[in-house]
């Protein structure tokens, strides 16, 4: 089965500083999608960025880019000019496209980030 | 408005008194899926299903009931509670076919004493 490592629990930054969180996974699968999700102290999961496996281009969603290297299964989060409301629980995930696997979608622990003014 | 509806959104009961926390959906998605979250370990499926009358065991099945009867609805039932399952659980909706972004619940903050 697929494995998704959030190895950083915790993170900080500066306000208007740049702060990266880290995501590892395993799979052997050649196709599937990756996921930021965001949580906030209100428990919301919000759609922060996705990437498909087969677009080499990296995903960027306004002030948040990721750093997706494939062949090291690699999905790195970069968040530009932070600002407080970025305070949250930020989730990696992964999501299989493959009906052998039943779409699986498997999530990492999580990296609270903290936003200091 | 595209949402996933999960209710309540907290609930304290005591071990052993059968509960449900339900979901509905309104996107037409085939996908539903419960999960519960737990500090240090992220999101662990519970229980899925890719269709009317298709469910079927993720990673933390025991002592979940699930049923999909109809499209829209996925229920999680807890027959006879115990505090283990004191948890934050989430509903999550997703299409099959095109980007399966997972559409999540308003969590159900979930206390058994």
């Known amino acids: 089965a697929q494995t998704v490592t959030q190895s950083q629990p915790e993170m900080s930054v500066q306000e208007a500083e740049t702060v990266t969180l880290s995501c590892t996974y395993d799979t052997s699968e050649s196709d599937y999608y990756l996921f930021w999700y965001k949580q906030p102290p209100s428990r919301q999961m919000i759609l922060v960025i996705r990437?498909?496996?087969?677009?080499?281009q990296n995903a960027t969603e306004n002030r948040f880019s990721v750093n997706f290297q494939k062949a090291a299964k690699s999905f790195s989060l970069k968040i530009s000019d932070s600002q407080l409301g970025d305070a949250a629980m930020y989730f990696c995930?992964?999501?299989?496209?493959?009906?052998?696997?039943?779409?699986?979608?498997?999530f990492g622990a999580g990296t609270r980030l903290t936003v200091k003014p | 408005e595209a949402q996933v509806t999960q209710n309540p959104r907290y609930l304290i009961t005591v071990t052993g008194k059968k509960l449900t926390v339900t979901c509905s959906q309104n996107?037409?998605?085939?996908?539903m899926s419960w999960y519960r979250q737990d500090p240090g370990l992220g999101l662990r499926q519970i229980y899925y299903s890719m269709n009317v009358e298709v469910t079927d065991k993720g990673d933390v099945p025991e002592g979940y009931k699930v049923s999909r009867k109809e499209k829209r609805n996925f229920p999680l039932i807890l027959e006879s509670p115990s505090p283990n399952q004191t948890s934050l659980y989430f509903c999550?909706?997703?299409?099959?076919?095109?980007?399966?972004?997972?559409?999540f619940g308003q969590g159900t903050r979930l206390t058994v004493v």
């Open positions: 990437q498909e496996a087969y677009k080499q």
């Open positions: 999550a909706s997703s299409p099959l076919r095109g980007v399966p972004e997972a559409f």
């Open positions: 995930a992964y999501r299989s496209l493959s009906a052998a696997n039943n779409n699986d979608m498997r």
């Open positions: 996107m037409n998605h085939e996908y």
